[in-house]
């Protein structure tokens, strides 16, 4: 292989130095401390090993936290630059691969496992489950996703960054244009991340479908359940597209085969097809989860039920089929004949339709209501106005013709920023703020969580608002600099400011997380808002059992009718079963290990060597079909021990919390 | 709650207020100075108007019912009713978004078709055809009549219609003269479209807008307005005081390099027209590295251009001491793409 190492560690910036000294000194603090404290077997026989959907799920939220940090700072660092004409902060090859981390770090790394790890935490829960469909392909899910975003993370120490844009369009992306390795890091990393997502679309479709609790019918499942479902249907039908294209991408750049570049006959505008046939629904997928957790959050907080149930539904069915009609809209410049450019115009625009039906619904539903403000439906409440800038600057976008003067320009930049952030991150953030209680027992504070909500609002539409006119103004996306005659330096200095505060904001949450950890307050009932679904009928934090016995459901809002009706039983000891759950494995995280190790080989082109890794997943996958461990069963005692405890703290909870 | 409903509002008239100014402002997008971009901007006026419109009621809507029903000390015991929908309610606002996307489509139809043409008024006029190359970071302007090329900026006469035939050497690039008209991808071996005119004389900027790499910044040209006489006189003079190029010059000129303005009496279409699916390859993967990190392969192109001499240049798959060497090679030929412009 002949290793040169100072080619295969990435030297010669500082910024980059730096961090590797940080990483480094990280990792050996994290090592030492976890030997220090004889933290390794916790970590591993509670976490690491487990198939307990609540952990899952709380692992992908850190996930997702920890790469919002690197997402973040890259984003950081891409104001800096660009904050003043012909700043000299980065150079275009390391902004270059700053944007494109950004982008897939910000989509696929944050957006993803923060969603999936709500879903994975109260799915279940709300469709009264005990556990997913399949929880070891769960975990599976889970450790391949870690192990695509260590390997793409690893990507700007090592070797070398991806440079070629969140898209990575051919011919850039192709050998011809980008001989280095980093973008391997793109379709090797995204590959293995992708195939765990579309193990959890799997997982989530069957767990809907085959483990509702008795009596709930699909048009009784809280709206999260829908849109994740939804959700995870769009998931099983786009991932394989996506999966084909990075695999094409990948013998174009490690064996030389023609499909994308420009010599060989390849066609590049192949990739763009691939890419944004998965790509745009990819937006729906991070989107349509967000909006269920809106819709659950607005009706708990107005006291309402979902105004328009049905109409939602349909909406959000009639979304996940045009998502995957409107690919085109993403390269209406590259010379579509009229009728093309005509027809994707009209399947973009439509989509305003059912998410104007949406937002009228979600109004009507605190119409009448009494609107409790609290953290999460401050959230929820900042999304409307801001969606809806984010949503009309898309319908002018959607219009082909106007598009010629938008496209790849920084007014595109600012719409998806006005969608994807309203649209998905305050709604991740109302979830955690909601769901914290469930998942660890304790509330996020409310007043730190107001800075939080407060720095983060203000900040996005400083940084994102001057973005429409400088687009309008000609500003490209993408450029490191810009002359002074260009006029865009003030508002791209305002937008910079903006994002400092923005960041501020997200320190707020960091804060409030480590403040709440240590102070909350730990007796806080079952039900701390008054809510209306399944999942606050159970202890808090949840047991490993979910359910002591599976609750029966006649109507929408399930449980905020048998609060209503008295319906709430204390639990009798001889209605109490043995409850069957799967033992922990090691299958998932050590199959997420070798998938790193082969994919790490396949990215620096060592084919054999990486070939021989993938043994280990054969090996894997042979272990566990010789395992034949049942679970284990939870013994009627026990259960009847905790759930007598809970039930009494949780009467005295209610009264503290509900006002 | 006083501070988010404060926040709100003057959010929302600062939006209010910026996009309103829209109409009488200095962005390129709201000062067109053709025909083309001028029936762009109208179809965006009108979408900016109509969704101005949705954006106040909901907002509105929005503030109202937000401000109405919040909790307060006196209402604590307000339980709100049970309320499932209203099938009259939903399908209003079903229809009413259908009713606004129409009268936006309508339009958007029209123009889509409309830009795709000479524009109306012109058609009389035989449009000049300008054959446009983009390489890595350059843009090549050929005048396959008037027999000249130009590099980095590009002569137009006023009031005539210009057709330009948008092509590319290597990576693919966005075509996008914002005064004048929208943008259009350049891609290689693949011919696309653009007409405009431009009504009076007068310099535009013209820039790439699809990302290419390292010198994707530098990228932008010139376009220079001309009277019809002022245009006749330039082309005379380029035709008799600007030297010939020749192809070893012209492959040097597709190498990834920013150049500068550059004038030629002939074109190079004379050996090579890169939106013919079958022409050679002008790929120089070697000079593309990065100077840090794992080089990685390079697959020989047996359509390269280098081949025509029988000998690759660039056999070199990943053989570390070679790439040192057209490694240093890179940093000149780059020419200080580093450096701004």
């Not at chain 2, 969704?51 to 909790?71: N, Q």
């Not at chain 2, 307060?72 to 307000?78: A, H, R, S």
């Not at chain 2, 009031?159 to 035939?165: A, E, L, S």
Request: overall charge negative.
């Amino acid at each position: 292989m002949g290793i040169k190492w100072d080619e295969f560690f990435v030297t010669g910036d500082p910024l980059i130095f730096a961090s590797q000294i940080g990483i480094a000194l990280t990792l050996v603090g994290a090592l030492a401390g976890l030997t220090y404290f004889k933290k390794w077997n916790y970590l591993w026989s509670e976490w690491f090993t487990t198939v307990d959907h609540k952990k899952i799920g709380i692992m992908y939220i850190l996930l997702g936290v920890v790469m919002f940090f690197r997402g973040g700072i890259d984003g950081l660092m891409m104001k800096g630059q660009t904050a003043v004409p012909e700043n000299e902060f980065l150079n275009a090859q390391h902004y270059n691969e700053v944007f494109t981390t950004h982008g897939v770090i910000m989509i696929l790394f944050v957006a993803m496992p923060l969603l999936i790890g709500l879903m994975n935490f109260v799915i279940p829960l709300q469709i009264g489950a005990r556990d997913v469909a399949f929880p070891q392909l769960n975990a599976l899910s889970f450790w391949l996703t870690v192990s695509g975003a260590a390997l793409f993370n690893i990507s700007f120490i090592i070797g070398g960054s991806p440079d070629a844009g969140w898209t990575s369009y051919f011919p850039l992306a192709g050998k011809e244009f980008s001989p280095g390795i980093g973008n391997n890091f793109y379709a090797v990393a995204l590959q293995i991340a992708g195939a765990g997502t579309l193990m959890t679309g799997i997982n989530f479709v069957v767990t809907v479908l085959k483990m509702r609790t008795k009596g709930m019918t699909l048009m009784k499942m809280p709206m999260f359940t829908w849109t994740s479902f939804i959700t995870s249907i769009i998931i099983v039908a786009s991932f394989p597209i996506f999966t084909v294209a990075l695999a094409l991408m990948t013998f174009d750049r490690t064996f030389g085969t023609h499909f994308f570049t420009i010599s060989g006959g390849g066609m590049d505008m192949l990739w763009a097809n691939l890419f944004w046939l998965w790509g745009h629904p990819e937006v729906y997928i991070v989107v349509l989860p967000a909006f269920g957790m809106l819709s659950d959050i607005i009706s708990t907080f107005a006291r309402k039920t979902l105004y328009g149930y049905k109409s939602m539904v349909i909406s959000i069915v009639m979304i996940s089929v045009l998502s995957m009609l409107v690919w085109v809209h993403h390269f209406f410049t590259m010379g579509n004949s009229a009728g093309v450019n005509s027809f994707f115009s009209i399947t973009t625009m439509a989509i305003a339709i059912p998410t104007g039906v949406k937002v009228f619904n979600w109004l009507f539903t605190m119409r009448k209501g009494r609107i409790k403000f609290t953290t999460a439906m401050l959230w929820a409440l900042a999304f409307v106005p801001n969606f809806v800038i984010g949503g009309v600057t898309g319908v002018m976008l959607a219009m082909a013709a106007a598009d010629y003067q938008y496209h790849n320009t920084l007014f595109l930049v600012a719409h998806f920023h006005y969608v994807l952030i309203p649209g998905v991150v305050f709604p991740i953030f109302a979830g955690l703020y909601f769901w914290w209680p469930k998942m660890f027992g304790y509330m996020l504070n409310e007043k730190i969580g107001k800075w939080h909500f407060w720095l983060f609002v203000v900040g996005f539409n400083v940084t994102f608002m001057p973005m429409f006119f400088l687009g309008l103004d000609g500003a490209v996306r993408r450029a490191y600099t810009y002359s002074a005659e260009t006029g865009f330096g003030p508002l791209m200095m305002i937008s910079a400011v903006g994002s400092v505060i923005l960041a501020a904001g997200f320190a707020a949450l960091v804060y409030n997380i480590y403040w709440s950890a240590r102070n909350a307050d730990r007796n806080i009932g079952n039900d701390p808002w008054d809510a209306r679904t399944l999942e606050w009928a159970t202890a808090t934090p949840v047991q490993h059992y979910n359910f002591a016995s599976l609750p029966e459901v006649t109507k929408l809002d399930a449980f905020w009718h048998m609060k209503k009706n008295n319906e709430l039983q204390p639990l009798t000891e001889d209605e109490i079963e043995e409850i069957h759950l799967p033992s922990n494995t090691w299958i998932p995280i050590y199959m997420g290990v070798i998938f790193g190790i082969s994919g790490f080989l396949l990215v620096f082109e060592w084919t054999i060597a990486a070939g021989i890794a993938a043994l280990g997943i054969l090996a894997g996958l042979a272990f566990r079909s010789f395992d034949y461990d049942e679970g284990f069963h939870v013994h009627k005692d026990e259960i009847f021990e905790t759930e007598s405890k809970w039930r009494k703290s949780a009467k005295k909870g209610v009264k503290n919390h509900v006002s | 709650m006083k501070k988010s409903k404060l926040f709100l509002v003057s959010l929302t008239s600062i939006i209010a207020v910026l996009l309103l100014s829209g109409c009488e402002n200095n962005m390129v997008v709201f000062n067109p100075e053709g025909p083309i971009a001028r029936q762009i901007l109208e179809l965006i006026n009108f979408s900016i108007a109509l969704m101005l419109l949705v954006t106040v009621v909901v907002f509105g809507l929005f503030g109202f019912i937000v401000w109405k029903y919040r909790e307060k000390k006196d209402n604590m015991d307000y339980e709100p009713p049970e309320e499932h929908g209203s099938t009259v309610l939903e399908i209003i606002w079903t229809v009413i978004p259908i009713l606004i996307i129409v009268a936006l489509t309508i339009p958007t139809v029209k123009t889509i078709y409309a830009i795709d043409e000479i524009p109306k008024g012109y058609e009389n006029k035989e449009p000049l055809v300008i054959n446009v190359t983009s390489a890595d970071w350059k843009w090549i302007f050929s005048y396959p009549e008037q027999g000249i090329e130009t590099v980095n900026y590009v002569n137009i006469p006023e009031d005539r219609p210009i057709d330009f035939r948008l092509t590319s050497a290597g990576t693919m690039q966005s075509f996008w003269i914002p005064a004048l008209a929208g943008q259009k991808y350049t891609m290689a071996k693949a011919e696309t479209q653009l007409y405009l005119v431009a009504d009076n004389p007068g310099s535009y900027v013209g820039k790439n807008t699809n990302f290419n790499g390292q010198g994707y910044a530098g990228m932008e040209f010139e376009v220079l307005s001309q009277t019809q006489e002022d245009w006749d006189q330039w082309i005379k003079d380029v035709k008799e005081t600007a030297p010939k190029m020749t192809l070893q010059e012209y492959e040097k000129m597709l190498e990834p390099s920013h150049l500068g303005r550059k004038t030629f009496s002939n074109t190079h279409l004379e050996w090579v027209d890169h939106s013919d699916p079958h022409s050679k390859n002008y790929t120089n993967p070697e000079m593309y590295d990065r100077g840090h990190g794992w080089p990685g392969k390079i697959f020989e192109d047996k359509d390269n251009y280098k081949n025509k001499d029988g000998n690759n240049e660039h056999s070199n798959h990943g053989n570390n001491e070679d790439m040192k060497h057209k490694e240093s090679e890179t940093e000149d030929s780059h020419g200080g793409d580093h450096s701004g412009h």
